[in-house]
């Protein structure tokens, strides 16, 4: 298949709506069937886990707030555009492991987008500890999603350099190799 919609592409834009569609599952299960729709609310479920409900009203751990519908409007533009550039550079990649880990940015970028636009705010819940000592804020799958997404990009960028393409024998700058 040669155009715009490869095989790996394909399987990116998969990646990205069914991480999308799992993170709007959990939030659901998280707010619906175990009523964790209060600030605080908390359910413990490990010595180490607890599904705790909190709203990320900001981005990225909690910046740039938005306390009025004009910045949370800013907001949920400013993520869009960020998806869009997502979705236009992972549908310029060939090689999958590069189409996956943007599919995850973009899936969880999704999942996020949906939340900011229909409730004003992210809903977050996994919250990870040591006794009191929390290392990371709370979060949720979308979170998970695009920081993995990210790291598979920064290491396959540090890491894999003009390589060529097992897929599709193309090397980066697009220059055939027969066999």
Do not use: C
């Amino acid at each position: 298949m040669s155009g715009l919609f490869t095989r790996n592409r394909l399987i990116g834009l998969a990646i990205a709506l069914v991480v999308a569609g799992l993170d709007q599952l959990v939030k659901w299960y998280v707010t619906g069937p175990l009523a964790l729709r209060r600030l605080g609310d908390s359910i413990d479920l490990l010595p180490f886990f607890d599904l705790t409900y909190a709203e990320n009203r900001g981005v990225s751990l909690g910046m740039l707030q938005a306390h009025n519908m004009e910045t949370r409007w800013l907001l949920v533009l400013g993520t869009i555009v960020v998806a869009g550039v997502v979705l236009v550079w992972m549908m310029r990649e060939k090689r999958l492991a590069d189409i996956a880990g943007l599919a995850l940015i973009l899936g969880g970028a999704l999942g996020n987008i949906r939340d900011r636009y229909v409730l004003g705010y992210v809903i977050d819940y996994a919250d990870f500890h040591i006794g009191d000592f929390r290392p990371f804020l709370i979060f949720n799958l979308a979170d998970a999603a695009i920081t993995v997404g990210v790291v598979i990009i920064l290491a396959r960028s540090l890491l894999v350099r003009d390589k060529e393409d097992t897929d599709t024998g193309e090397s980066p700058r697009g220059e055939t190799h027969n066999a």
